[in-house]
């Protein structure tokens, strides 16, 4: 007598895998983000110090974001877990890339038509930072917590 009793898979990516993970990403980051700034600021690491010394706590706390969100997008699709984990970091970028581009296009006075003439007009204190020395910091942050998202 066969057993007939066999589930079977797809192959396909759970989006509401992917989805929660990276709810659980966005929620473990704001849990972790006040601990980083804690040890930081424990170590006594002034803001103009040293890129490394303030880039190493918050790749921590990257990475240990993305350990909890690509777990959970993991065990909710309950297949291909590696996938749906290494998939949540990829919808991350995907959101980043997103935002980005939204903000060029605000720059660019695409919006201006609804009142929005710069990013500043949609994220408050923009206009204080300094953009070059932002540039460097957000680029070299965003590759190396994007390679410790996808190592989580």
């Known amino acids: 007598m066969a057993n007939t009793n066999v589930v079977v898979r797809p192959a396909a990516t759970s989006w509401g895998a992917v989805l929660g993970g990276w709810v659980a990403t966005i929620g473990a980051s704001v849990i972790f983000a006040p601990i980083v700034a804690g040890l930081v600021a424990a170590a006594g690491v002034q803001a103009g110090a040293s890129d490394l010394a303030l880039a190493v706590p ?50 660019a006075g695409i919006f201006a038509g609804s009142g929005i003439r710069s990013l500043a007009d949609v994220v408050p204190g923009v206009r204080d930072l300094n953009i070059d020395s932002l540039g460097n910091a957000v680029s070299f942050g965003a590759i190396l917590g994007f390679l410790a998202a996808i190592f989580g």
């Open 58 to 107: 918050v790749v921590l706390g990257l990475l240990l974001s993305y350990l909890v969100g690509g777990y959970i997008a993991g065990r909710m699709a309950g297949y291909r877990t590696s996938w749906h984990g290494m998939m949540t970091a990829f919808f991350s970028l995907f959101i980043v890339l997103l935002v980005l581009l939204l903000g060029a296009a605000a720059d």
